[in-house]
Each structure stands twice: as C-alpha cells, then as structure tokens.
Nanobody, 122 residues
Framework: QVQLVESGGGLVQAGGSLRVSCVASGRTFSDYSMGWFRQAPGKEREFVVAISGSGLSETYADSVKGRFAMYRDNAKNTMYLPMNSLKPEDTAVYFC???????????????WGQGTQFTVSS
C-alpha cells in the first residue's frame, strides 16, 4: 500500500502562483511514477501532469504546459507542483496519484490521495 497526502491548497488570484505538494509513504517512492489529476465542480476528473519514478521524464496536459512544472524529491518521498499564471479554470480539487511503474503515464493509477482544493479568483 502507498499512502498519499496532499497539501498546499487555498485561494489565489488569477495570474498568481501556488504550489501543492504530495507526501508518500509505505513503499519505495522511486519505484512509483506519480501524477496529478484534478476535478472541477460538475466535471470529470482529468489528468494534469505525471512524472517518472526517476524524475527525469514528465508528461503534461496541454492546458497546463508552460505554467505548471512538476518535480519530485525521492529522498523526501515528496512531489511538488508549482503552478504559475493561474486561471479561474484551474479551480479544482487536485489529487496526487501513484502507480508502480517507471513510466510517467496518464492513466491506470493505483493509489490516490484525498485531494486538496484551491480556487483561483478572477
């Protein structure tokens, strides 16, 4: 089992920046690729970004390219998602996820955190 705990949500104005984090426990962190997903009110959960177990490969949704930059610190079992140039449409509950694979894929994640909410005001 892998336990994931997100933090860093809140309220930010459009154009601002925010960083959310996810701490993992339970297994060797570097054996897992990690991802961020989000779910806005009334919408389905969607992929945001993923990173390989080594941290050397990332995959981004088109909607966040150039604004979000995921990275991980395997020594601290933590991954980070700094977000810049935030837009109201980025408002959502953000979930971190893990899967036992070296590849930063966009689906088939096995473990999920509880989510952290942040709102971007216009």
């Amino acid at each position: 089992q892998v336990q994931l705990v997100e933090s860093g949500g809140g309220l930010v104005q459009a154009g601002g920046s925010l960083r959310v984090s996810c701490v993992a426990s339970g297994r060797t962190f570097s054996d897992y690729s990690m991802g961020w997903f989000r779910q806005a009110p009334g919408k389905e959960r969607e992929f945001v970004v993923a990173i390989s177990g080594s941290g050397l490969s990332e995959t981004y949704a088109d909607s966040v390219k150039g604004r979000f930059a995921m990275y991980r610190d395997n020594a601290k079992n933590t991954m980070y998602l700094p977000m810049n140039s935030l837009k109201p449409e980025d408002t959502a509950v953000y979930f971190c996820a893990a899967k036992h694979s070296p590849i930063a894929g966009i689906a088939e994640y096995d473990y999920w955190g509880q989510g952290t909410q942040f709102t971007v005001s216009s």
